[in-house]
């Protein structure tokens, strides 16, 4: 299992859908080279240096953090039961009212759908609501899913798109 990064109030936390074997060997979130989580940050310019899967301990530094939707390690998502992201979803839900990030990003709406709404689709949801973190779905970054492949960092610059308008927001209020 890999450890969650979360703290208090951060910016965007991260929410993969399960640990495959390979990162959880590696220990590492989206460990393996052809995974474009690290370079989607960098590309959207959500961070502005180049990072490896060794930096998910740096995430918080960042204002990011990083967890999973289900903990168990598995090859591939027929590994996982229903029941396991039904279950994973009351856990998550409980952690994001915990340390209340602005954007609660789902990598991947796989999970998504199947432990909180079915017909969910790309970008920002208007409901399951958890406090004031606003929900978000970019695709799975993982080379296994081809067919969006091509627009994963799109989808990563539109996310910083909303991060940037909700910090402005923000920004707003404190100032008045």
């Keep these: 299992m890999l450890p ?24 590492h979130y989206f460990a393996r ?10 590309e959207s310019k ?4 180049k990072l490896t899967p060794q930096d998910d301990v ?5 204002g990011f953090g990083l967890t999973d939707l289900v903990a168990r390690p598995t090859p591939n998502i027929d590994g996982l039961a229903r029941d396991e992201f039904v279950a994973g ?8 009212l915990r340390f209340a990030p602005r954007i609660a990003c789902f990598v991947g709406i796989t999970g998504f759908r199947h432990a909180f709404n079915p017909r969910a ?9 958890w406090g004031n973190t606003k929900i978000f779905i ?3 970054t993982s080379p296994r899913n081809a067919y969006y492949r091509p627009h994963v960092i799109d989808w990563f610059k539109k996310l910083k798109l909303l991060s940037d308008a909700l910090r402005d927001e923000k920004s707003a209020i ?3």
């Design 174 to 176: 404190c100032n008045l």
């Design 138 to 140: 970019v695709p799975s």
């Design 89 to 96: 979803g009351k856990v998550l839900r409980a952690k994001i």
């Design 33 to 42: 080279s052809t995974n474009l989580f690290w370079t989607a940050l960098y």
């Design 121 to 129: 689709e790309f970008g920002s949801q208007s409901s399951p609501v």
């Design 4 to 27: 969650d990064y979360l703290a208090p109030d951060l910016e965007i936390v991260f929410i993969g859908l399960n640990p495959g074997t390979y990162s959880d060997k590696m220990g």
């Design 58 to 62: 740096r995430m918080n530094e960042f």
């Design 46 to 49: 959500l961070v502005n240096e």
